[in-house]
């Protein structure tokens, strides 16, 4: 009797421990991890995930949970000034601090040590129940912890780098960032230090969508969306496509942080990109008149811009092919160098032949109504087809080139701005409404005749007429428009040299 109460006590004992050790396990294999100066994923200063961070960065120091997924761009990238420590053992990135003597090259070494699989907590169980002695279970745990403590010092912790005094801008942190690590973008928590860092200087835009301000960075001005709470997927879209995908490119708009925080009670999502003064082209349209040969600069810079998103690569530098699915001249930004970049992945599909999949996202939102192609209109259009979400990308790039070429000065004759369709449905028009006049009535958006009188804007006129074919797969691709649209260039660059030596 007195043998049995003996093991039950042992085997109390043990169990006691080894679910102390496992505690956080129990059902999804998680780690808990020490939260700190993270909202939202903690709860009393705890989170869990599958590896536990601690970072300092510019003297603000975090703590908390990231999921497997995150591991490589992380913990493995190299930022300056940043260091971050990530490990997987329960509540290890308790007591970490910054070494003392931060200098040297930033490397953040990722912790492989192995979670005790399940033949170790059997094998430990035998060798408590043979051991019978609960003291001595409790003395071993007590070691075990203090070499888990000291097996992080060692080998966990590793440096980033020493503040050298001067502030980063974000090209900086940018550059070191691209040759160093994923190429997509910033690691979070550097991209959350930065948001946090921005001071909202004025309103820019107001929307449906939320609001764009102009903030600033280190000096730096910088854009921020901020998206209504009705419009989170879009915020999740876009956060999602910008760092998972290599979209670095002169004609889409450039991409510097994602944060979310909690506000009163209730969330912030903002979205950090580069900032374009002259704002959107729809803006800029208003009040600014083109020259045919700007003219044809701009809408060369739109279709570059969109055969980028609409090609997959598959080399090192790999890349899904995206369709936009609203595109529009509020979605494009004009540079001051004449170009255009393509803003607003919010509603973006993503497909990749070589990897098989077609991912649609989940959001409610749906296309702006007036650039909607007759198949999204009269819904015939194959939703588990990704050319099909192209050929609606194109039919609103035929619809925006109209936008620009409006504002064309041939002859001395340039037209007001207007809407596609200004002419044929009411402002804010009903998808019944738009329906009628692009799938019943078949109408096109009209084409003034000095167009036709220009080499130029004839061979846009061209284009577009091509970008509105009923029947999508008779569309033209973004690629044929691009190298038309370049081959137009090379001319008139050409002649135009040719005119001057001549002169
Ligand atoms: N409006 C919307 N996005 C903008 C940006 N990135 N820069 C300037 N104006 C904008």
């Given at each position: 009797m007195g043998g049995s109460a003996l093991l039950t006590v042992v085997l109390a004992g043990a169990i006691l421990w080894i679910s102390a050790i496992h505690a956080g396990d129990e059902d999804d294999g998680k780690l808990l991890c020490t939260c700190e100066n993270i909202k939202g994923t903690c709860m009393n200063g705890t989170c869990r995930g599958d590896i536990c961070f601690y970072s300092w960065w510019q003297d603000k120091e975090e703590r908390g949970c990231f999921s497997e997924y995150v591991f490589k761009e992380q913990c493995l990238t190299k930022i300056p000034h940043l260091f971050i420590h990530c490990c997987r053992e329960n509540h290890c990135n308790a007591l970490t601090t910054p070494p003392p003597n931060i200098n040297g090259d930033s490397t953040t070494m990722p912790p492989e040590f192995p979670r005790p699989e399940l033949w170790i907590t059997v094998s430990l169980l035998l060798f408590i129940v043979t051991a019978a002695a609960c003291g001595l279970a409790l003395f071993l745990r007590f070691q075990r912890g203090r070499c888990r403590l000291k097996n992080a010092e060692d080998h966990d912790v590793t440096m980033l780098k020493v503040p050298n005094g001067d502030d980063p801008t974000y090209g900086d942190i940018f550059d070191e960032f691209c040759t160093s690590g994923s190429g997509t973008g910033l690691p979070y928590l550097v991209q959350r230090t930065m948001a946090r860092q921005i001071s909202l200087v004025e309103c820019v835009?107001?929307?449906?969508?939320?609001?764009?301000?102009?903030?600033?960075?280190?000096?730096?001005?910088?854009?921020?969306?901020?998206?209504?709470?009705?419009?989170?997927?879009?915020?999740?879209?876009?956060?999602?496509?910008?760092?998972?995908?290599?979209?670095?490119?002169?004609?889409?708009?450039?991409?510097?942080?994602?944060?979310?925080?909690?506000?009163?009670?209730?969330?912030?999502?903002?979205?950090?990109?580069?900032?374009?003064?002259?704002?959107?082209?729809?803006?800029?349209?208003?009040?600014?008149?083109?020259?045919?040969?700007?003219?044809?600069?701009?809408?060369?810079?739109?279709?570059?811009?969109?055969?980028?998103?609409?090609?997959?690569?598959?080399?090192?530098?790999?890349?899904?092919?995206?369709?936009?699915?609203?595109?529009?001249?509020?979605?494009?930004?004009?540079?001051?160098?004449?170009?255009?970049?393509?803003?607003?992945?919010?509603?973006?599909?993503?497909?990749?032949?070589?990897?098989?999949?077609?991912?649609?996202?989940?959001?409610?939102?749906?296309?702006?109504?007036?650039?909607?192609?007759?198949?999204?209109?009269?819904?015939?259009?194959?939703?588990?087809?990704?050319?099909?979400?192209?050929?609606?990308?194109?039919?609103?790039?035929?619809?925006?080139?109209?936008e620009i070429t409006r504002r064309t000065n041939v002859n001395g004759i340039v037209e007001e701005y207007r809407p596609p369709f200004f002419d044929l449905v009411p402002s804010d028009p009903s998808f019944e409404e738009m329906k009628k006049v692009v799938c019943v009535d078949q109408q096109r958006p009209s084409l003034h005749n000095r167009l036709h009188s220009h080499p130029i804007l004839s061979a846009i006129v061209k284009i577009m007429k091509e970008c509105w074919y009923q029947s999508p797969p008779a569309r033209l691709t973004a690629l044929r428009v691009r190298k038309t649209l370049s081959k137009l260039d090379q001319e008139s660059d050409f002649s135009s040299e040719k005119l001057k030596q001549d002169v």
């Open positions: 835009g107001k929307g449906r969508y939320g609001e764009v301000w102009r903030g600033t960075w280190m000096g730096e001005s910088v854009a921020v969306k901020i998206f209504s709470s009705r419009d989170e997927q879009s915020w999740f879209r876009e956060t999602e496509i910008y760092n998972t995908v290599q979209l670095r490119h002169d004609n889409i708009l450039g991409f510097i942080a994602s944060d979310m925080t909690s506000k009163n009670s209730s969330t912030q999502l903002w979205l950090v990109t580069h900032f374009h003064e002259l704002g959107s082209l729809y803006d800029f349209l208003q009040y600014s008149s083109l020259e045919p040969e700007s003219c044809l600069k701009m809408c060369l810079s739109v279709a570059c811009g969109l055969v980028h998103l609409h090609t997959e690569i598959v080399s090192s530098q790999e890349k899904p092919a995206i369709a936009h699915r609203d595109l529009k001249s509020r979605n494009i930004l004009v540079k001051r160098n004449g170009q255009c970049c393509i803003a607003d992945l919010g509603l973006a599909v993503i497909h990749s032949q070589s990897h098989d999949y077609l991912d649609v996202g989940n959001n409610p939102r749906v296309g702006t109504k007036r650039y909607m192609a007759p198949e999204v209109l009269d819904e015939t259009i194959r939703m588990d087809v990704f050319e099909s979400y192209k050929q609606t990308d194109i039919w609103a790039l035929g619809l925006v080139f109209w």
